[in-house]
Each structure stands twice: as structure tokens, then as C-alpha cells.
């Protein structure tokens, strides 16, 4: 089993849509939480970090529930710019902070 | 605005011969990551460092892959001799991290090796 798992879609939607991306992990040392978005033959770029209490930036909410060790990614309205890999990202810091990566889901959000 | 810097950006080698890949992190961050990426296997962590000391190069294949650190602004990656399937883009990020815990890491633009 992967250390993270993420449904690797592609998930396609129309602009304007709301789309949800979950995410489980299974290191319970895990500390620490990221969702990074990759557009296609670029670096992965940081796009927020995620705290048990939810966290929202602008269109964007992340949440983390450690219980069930999983994290989630929500994307209200849309955009054409959005399509892209959003990739998953755990710490584990018993490891030296160690970041294990997700495979990442692909979203492409259609006119 | 401060950038992880990568060389070169694209290489193209004959399958035996050297590559040596560069990276030069963030001003003051003190951990350096090597990722390797394709298609088919996602983003692997191949090796990382903390203030210049290596902690973990278990996702390196030792006995044609090397890291260093020479110094706090040079981090290199050295396949030798190189294969065909070690065509890849390979990714350097840097970030900051301390006895309790870690920053996130930001990426450098990467490596795009292809070996024939």
C-alpha cells in the first residue's frame, strides 16, 4: 500500500463547477499536511498548506481529518487556469521531515 | 523573489556516458531534496540533505547515482554511467526545517535528461 493515495482522475468539469479531491495517508506520524498543484512539464508549486481546523483561500478550502487519515482538496467556480495536477503531500517527521508525495489527481476544467 | 535554481535544463547524453545535475537552493534553507519524476513511477524521492549532511539516499540507486553538497549553495547529482531508464525530470527543492519540525519546500524548475 502507498504511504499517500490519491485518485488519479483525470477529473474532467465544466467551468464554473465545484470539484473535491480526497486523499489518505497511512503514516500516523504524519505532521504535517500540503496540497501543491503541478502544471503539466513544470516543478510543483506550493498551494497551501492544510490544518485540522480547515483552512480556505479564496476559491480553495482544504481539510484534514486525522481519524480517518485523509485530507481534502475543494475547488469552488472553476476556472480554465485550474487545470492541473494537484499533488498531495504529507511530512512525516520521524523521518528527518521527510515530504512523501501523492501521485497527484489531474483536473481539467472544460469551457 | 527567491528561486531554487537548476542546470542544466534540458540534457541529452549517449547511454554510458556522465551527467551531473547542479542545484543551487533558497539563501538559508537548510535541507536540499533530490526528486526524480516520470510518467509512469510520479514524483520519487531519490535523496536529501540537511545542513549539507546527507539523511537519506535510500531512493538512490548507489551503485550508479551520487549526491553532494559541497558547500551550503551547490547541491549535485551525478549518474555514472547513465542509462536510458534513468530518463527522467529531475527535481531539486530546498526548505527550511528544525529539531521539532519542517517547512514546505519549493521547487526548482528541474532537470529534463534524456538518455538515448
Known amino acids: 500500500r502507498k504511504e499517500v493515495e490519491q485518485d488519479p482522475g483525470p477529473f474532467n468539469v465544466p467551468e464554473g463547477a465545484t470539484v473535491a479531491f480526497n486523499c489518505t495517508y497511512s503514516?500516523?506520524?504524519?505532521?504535517?499536511f500540503f496540497w501543491y498543484r503541478q502544471d503539466c512539464r513544470k516543478e510543483p508549486k506550493l498551494l497551501m498548506s492544510?490544518?485540522?481546523s480547515g483552512n480556505e483561500d479564496g476559491r480553495f478550502t482544504a481539510q484534514l481529518n486525522r481519524a480517518s487519515q485523509y485530507i481534502s482538496l475543494l475547488i469552488r467556480d472553476s476556472k480554465l487556469s485550474d487545470s492541473a495536477t494537484y499533488l498531495c503531500?504529507?511530512?512525516?517527521?520521524?523521518?528527518?521531515?521527510?515530504?512523501?508525495f501523492g501521485q497527484g489527481t489531474e483536473l481539467s476544467v472544460k469551457p | 523573489d527567491a528561486r531554487v535554481t537548476q542546470t542544466p535544463r534540458h540534457k541529452v547524453t549517449e547511454m554510458g556516458q556522465e551527467v551531473t545535475m547542479r542545484c543551487q537552493p533558497i539563501?538559508?534553507?537548510?535541507?536540499v531534496f533530490w526528486y526524480r519524476q516520470t510518467m509512469m513511477q510520479g514524483l520519487e524521492l531519490l535523496a536529501y540533505?540537511?545542513?549539507?549532511?546527507?539523511?537519506?539516499d535510500s531512493g538512490m540507486p548507489k551503485d550508479r547515482f551520487s549526491a553532494e553538497m559541497p558547500d551550503a549553495t551547490l547541491a549535485t547529482l551525478k549518474i555514472q554511467p547513465s542509462e536510458p531508464r534513468d530518463s527522467a525530470v529531475y527535481f531539486c527543492?530546498?526548505?527550511?526545517?528544525?529539531?521539532?519540525?519542517?517547512?514546505?519546500?519549493?521547487f526548482g524548475p528541474g532537470t529534463r535528461l534524456t538518455v538515448l
Open positions: 527543492a530546498s526548505g527550511f526545517s528544525w529539531a521539532s519540525g519542517t517547512d514546505t519546500q519549493y
Open positions: 503514516n500516523s506520524a504524519s505532521q504535517s
Open positions: 492544510v490544518y485540522s
Open positions: 503531500v504529507v511530512i512525516l517527521y520521524n523521518q528527518g521531515g521527510k515530504l512523501i
Open positions: 539563501l538559508g534553507h537548510n535541507t
Open positions: 540533505f540537511r545542513n549539507r549532511a546527507p539523511l537519506d
